[in-house]
């Protein structure tokens, strides 16, 4: 998979945190989250003026490095870390205010796997539902063990149990108050392929009877595969709120790079259908294309310059990387 | 007031007894049991009676106040420090419930366990000297607020605590050493004055005062200041734990 290690350098490429702007819905999403900061005990801020909304039914994935904030963010939702500035609603409720019937709303999956050792899955999935203040409904639980495989399991306890089957009894529990918001914190960092497989089913169920996910991921791959629309989180900033859609194309784009023989000062018009540009004083002609598409037109555009007559000594490819897509993304913008 | 919640709380740190009975219950019954022999039986043959009241008889309620104070520090603390150091208290502070109730859960079933366990002592010693109780409802008045108040320091204790070692350093370096000190195997009036006005400082000596006294009818201090002794602190610590939630101290970032 690969992974969103590196630094994008977003920092430099966003003056502001209203980058993402163009995506601010005019009403409140049923996650709504306005100029959250977060600074920690020993100084770290951990995030810097966050807005976000969520919007009601749909899965929205936070994608971000390591240490970009995703868990802060998401602690602060739940009531777990106070945040430092801003505010947050859940369903319409504030998080702080009113934090009974926001927290009733909300279920979540923790990223650490931390479970009683000697209780069995049974008790605890049971526990879950009555701490979240709702009378006892052994019906619903079972259907939720079922749904997670977990029915078989349900008289063992947990310290019998492997890290794939605890990360299910964690789901199982967040589910047990029949939540309307889930949050999924790295949910499959360290699952194995069916676990995984079972996750992003479970999620798209969850999804057509109402519930809203937001899941935080480091892999392109899973935001891709599972979101409807993803978040890019890099130092505490949202860079960037996108159409799942939308952003996988300008992903999936690579670039052509030619060095010229001579240098051009323009790109000559019989080239204009192609999507060109020149850099390095003209020199290297960068050609766009889709990398995904059926037909990259490569052929063709080598075919054209040679009946243009520019000729070049050299050529090389360059995927897009995620840090030019804001950069570009930041200026179509500006 | 959210009934569940409550209950789920209470509920599962209760089956946490059951689960663990032999440690829980069985080890206290059996070194209570230890102390009658030594003390009632081997100090008991050259001290007979103190006030007029055998001395086996005698230590019952301060044994009893020794078991309380012990249990309720180390079951409370350790039910509210144990989430807190593998992580699962993560659901308690996202789950839709006051600081009351999480409170009212924990603390409630910390008291219950030691008022059970008290109870189950006094059956035991029952078996070894004979009681008699002269003011009952004083006797589970007494119980019920030590419990409650020690639970209390219990759990703050285990929010405080960053170790196992600091968990286990107060009951250790401060309750043991307290009771042991505060007359539970004597009268302070077998003291030399000096002893005896520094012993008066001690505050666990009003605690089982007060609960020998609703046994016995025979008391160091007067009933009415070691009621308010307790009372005192139970407020203080009632406020330290409000404070502890309301600023989210050792619980949130
Ligand atoms: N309790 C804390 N005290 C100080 N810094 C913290 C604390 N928790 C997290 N951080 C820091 O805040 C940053 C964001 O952490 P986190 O939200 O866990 O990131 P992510 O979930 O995106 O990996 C990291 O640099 C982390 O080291
Ligand atoms: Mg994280």
Not at chain 1, 57 to 63: D, K, Y
Not at chain 1, 209 to 225: F, M, N, P, R
């Amino acid at each position: 998979m690969r992974q969103l290690s590196e630094d994008y350098g977003a920092e430099r490429a966003v003056s502001d945190g209203s980058a993402a702007g163009a995506e601010r819905a005019p009403e409140r999403g049923v996650v709504s989250i306005r100029g959250v900061s977060k600074v920690y005990d020993n100084g770290f801020q951990a995030l810097r003026r966050v807005d976000l909304e969520i919007r009601r039914g749909e899965i929205f994935a936070l994608l971000g490095p390591n240490g970009a904030g995703k868990t802060t963010l998401i602690g602060i939702v739940c009531g777990i870390v106070n945040a430092s500035e801003g505010q947050v609603l859940a369903a319409g409720h504030d998080v702080v205010r009113d934090y009974r019937a926001a927290r009733a709303k909300i279920g979540l999956v923790p990223q650490e796997l931390t479970t009683e050792a000697f209780e069995t899955v049974w008790a605890t999935v049971s526990y879950s539902r009555g701490l979240f203040g709702k009378p006892p409904n052994p019906a619903y639980i079972e259907q939720v063990l079922k749904s997670l495989s977990l029915w078989e399991k349900r008289n063992n306890r947990m310290m019998s149990l492997s890290g794939g089957m605890k990360r299910r009894v964690l789901i199982a529990k967040a589910l047990s108050h029949e939540p309307e918001i889930l949050f999924l914190d790295e949910p499959t960092a360290g699952v194995d392929v069916e676990l995984r497989r079972d996750m992003w089913r479970l999620v798209r169920s969850l999804r057509e009877t109402g519930v809203t996910v937001i899941l935080t991921t480091h892999y392109i791959e899973e935001a891709e595969e599972m979101a409807d629309r993803i978040g890019v989180i890099n130092r505490g900033k949202i860079i960037l709120v996108e159409d799942k859609n939308v952003l996988m194309r300008k992903l999936g784009e690579k670039r052509l790079i030619l060095h010229l023989q001579e240098p051009l000062e323009r790109i000559p018009p019989e080239l204009g259908g192609y999507r060109l540009s020149l850099a390095s004083g003209g020199v290297e002609l960068i050609y766009t294309y889709d990398a995904q598409a059926e037909r990259t037109g490569i052929t063709s555009l080598l075919h054209d310059l040679n009946a243009a007559g520019v000729r070049f000594n050299d050529l090389r490819t360059q995927q897009s990387s995620l840090e030019e897509i804001f950069v570009n993304l930041v200026r179509e913008e500006a | 007031m959210n009934f569940y919640s409550v209950r789920a709380i209470y509920g599962y740190e209760m089956s946490r007894m059951w689960r663990t009975l032999l440690q829980s219950v069985v080890s206290p019954v059996i070194s209570t049991s230890l102390y009658f022999v030594v003390f009632g039986s081997a100090i008991g043959s050259r001290i007979t009676e103190v006030d007029g009241v055998s001395y086996g008889a005698f230590i019952v309620p301060g044994l009893i106040m020794l078991m309380l104070l012990t249990q309720s520090v180390s079951n409370a603390s350790f039910g509210i420090y144990f989430p807190r150091f593998s992580g699962t208290i993560y659901e308690v502070l996202s789950a839709p419930v006051s600081y009351f109730e999480v409170v009212l859960g924990y603390v409630g079933a910390a008291a219950s366990k030691s008022i059970i366990l008290g109870l189950i002592i006094l059956g035991t010693a029952s078996l070894f000297v004979p009681l008699e109780i002269q003011h009952p409802l004083w006797m589970l008045l007494f119980l019920v607020l030590t419990a409650l108040t020690f639970s209390l320091l219990g759990f703050i204790i285990g929010i405080w605590a960053d170790g196992f070692e600091k968990l286990q350093l107060v009951p250790l370096l401060v309750i043991t050493p307290l009771t042991f000190l505060g007359g539970t195997f004597y009268s302070i009036d077998m003291l030399p004055p000096f002893w005896q006005k520094i012993t008066l400082l001690n505050p666990v000596l009003y605690l089982i005062s007060g609960f020998r006294w609703s046994f016995y009818g025979i008391a160091d201090v007067s009933v009415a200041v070691s009621l308010a002794t307790i009372l005192v602190f139970l407020g203080i610590c009632l406020a330290l734990v409000a404070w502890i939630f309301k600023t989210g101290y050792r619980l949130k970032a």
